[in-house]
């Protein structure tokens, strides 16, 4: 941060957008002309001596004199990994900063040495101690001000806070569908003693400096897109280095629930994982090539790298995105054009909400008739609650700034910036009442469900359906 205070042209490219609005509001706190740039909004400041990036935003044509690229241990990311290995390799920097957990030193080092850099190593150890605690945690006996409770889905995250409301314990709630504004108020509200303990995902892993006295993992597994696995030593000592920040407390604890939890977050944390291989992105000039686009994405992706240090970055997302507009491809003008198509099937949108995917499919089939594509509206957005309208209006309006960007769209940036406003602050007011709609009980009796139950039904009411159902096959 001091360097890139005193340069003349600097640059910060970091993992989430709320990591660059951190860095961007110290930097203006400094007075240092500062701009922002992320894939869903930018702020440019005409007299700008320093920009504050996500990773894949940074202008590698531009030249500075300090970078800092931080979260480096992101480049074996599957997904996201190459926008680090793009910056590592290709930033245009008299000085370069690259911060990194432990495990990335050796792959960065290789990259490199490869690329004939002179580098220094600067080692950071941590400061306060970080004690594993011998028993499991117990919600309703220890919870304490200043815990950090971890769990690994929105619905977990809101049923847990619901139990403590409860209990009278106020709850800041940290996930990852949260805009970034809302993260940061739900952190100060903890930081300024408003509430008294953090709920969250491990969304809370990257680039969090909050006063947590103790972490509890509520769960030890974790659903990875394709099943439950166990957390991995790089997760839990990402997590679990929240506990006992420098200049908050002396000592930091980790527990978890049960015992199994706590024997496996104790036996992993110590293990010293080393990333051995970067990811490295798709090479836009293979679009040339006579063959349709999935072809050329597949063929590409099943080519080994001659060089053990770097794989492919994951293509999964893109031939999902392929697929969803190929039945549709008559009535979508660029089609045929394979730059603007990789254009639509690269952009960053949530696969999992069909109400994105749908107004996607729309930008991608009209966005050549006006100067401008549809702005979206707030009443359309069906949902459950309230709550979850709001979250995914605000993909929505993300959507719309990064379709405007990426195809030279008008963009009604006023309107992005109050509308924006509105929904957080119904978002924040949705967070603000009681939450025990979201607590979980029994499909069929209401009884509450215990904490990370994965039926809908209590055990007793699962038994009787089970029962009777036997009892039916019996007869038949």
């Known amino acids: 941060m001091e360097r890139l205070k005193k340069a003349k042209c600097g640059v910060y490219a970091g993992p989430l957008r709320l990591l660059a609005l951190e860095i961007y509001d110290k930097l203006r706190a400094a007075e240092i002309p500062c701009s922002m740039v992320t894939g ?30 931080d979260e480096a241990q992101m480049i074996s990311d599957p997904f996201r990994g ?65 815990d950090a409770l971890i769990l690994f889905s929105k619905k977990m995250v809101l049923d847990v806070a619901a139990r403590l409301e409860l209990q009278g314990v106020r709850a800041s709630v940290i996930y990852g569908n949260l805009p970034p504004q809302i993260r940061r108020k739900q952190f100060e509200m903890f930081l300024n003693g408003e509430n008294d303990v953090v709920v969250a995902t491990d969304a809370i892993g990257l680039g969090v400096n909050l006063p947590i ?11 990875d ?17 929240r ?95 394979k730059r603007e198509l990789y254009n639509m099937i690269s952009c960053d949108v949530d696969l999992g909400n069909e109400k994105c995917m749908a107004m996607w499919r729309y930008y991608c089939r ?11 509206v707030f009443d359309d957005v069906r949902g459950d609650t309230r709550l979850e309208r709001a979250e995914t209006y605000y993909k929505l309006l993300d959507l719309y700034n990064q379709f405007s960007v990426r195809f030279g769209k008008i963009m009604d940036e006023n309107r992005v910036v109050e509308e924006r406003l509105k929904t957080e602050d119904i978002i924040l007011a949705e967070l603000g009442k009681s939450k025990t709609f979201y607590l979980r009980r029994c499909n069929y009796c209401g009884k509450l469900l215990p904490i990370g139950a994965r039926s809908s039904l209590c055990d007793k009411c699962y038994y009787s359906v089970a029962g009777a159902k036997q009892v039916r096959g019996n007869r038949r």
């Open 225 to 241: 897109g394709k099943g439950r696995r166990p957390l991995s030593e790089f997760e839990v000592r990402q997590i679990a280095g």
């Open 82 to 146: 190459h926008a680090w290995s793009r910056l590592v390799m290709g930033i245009k920097a008299k000085e370069v900063h690259i911060c990194m957990a432990p495990e990335a030193e050796n792959i960065i080092r290789r990259i490199l040495k490869r690329c004939h850099a002179k580098y220094d190593i600067v080692r950071h150890e941590r400061n306060t101690e970080l004690v594993f605690e011998d028993r499991p945690f117990d919600i309703d006996n220890d919870l304490t001000k200043g």
């Open 213 to 223: 006295r103790r972490i509890v993992f509520m769960e030890h597994m974790k659903f």
């Open 40 to 69: 869903e909004e930018q702020h440019i400041a005409m007299d700008s001596r320093v920009m504050a990036c996500t990773a894949e935003m940074v202008d590698l044509d531009a030249e500075y004199d300090v970078a800092v690229i």
């Open 243 to 337: 506990a006992g920040r420098r200049g908050m407390y002396d000592v930091g604890y980790v527990t978890a629930t049960t015992e199994a939890g706590l024997e496996h977050i104790k036996r992993v944390y110590p293990m010293k994982h080393t990333i051995e291989y970067a990811i490295i992105g798709f090479p836009q000039v293979l679009l040339d090539i006579d063959q349709p686009i999935d072809q050329i994405l597949t063929s590409w992706y099943n080519i080994k790298p001659n060089l053990d240090v770097y794989r492919k970055m994951d293509i999964k997302e893109m031939l999902i995105k392929y697929r969803n507009l190929y039945g549709i491809r008559d009535s979508i003008a660029g089609f045929e054009d």
């Open 366 to 376: 009209t966005y050549t008739a006006d100067v401008s594509i549809k702005f979206p």
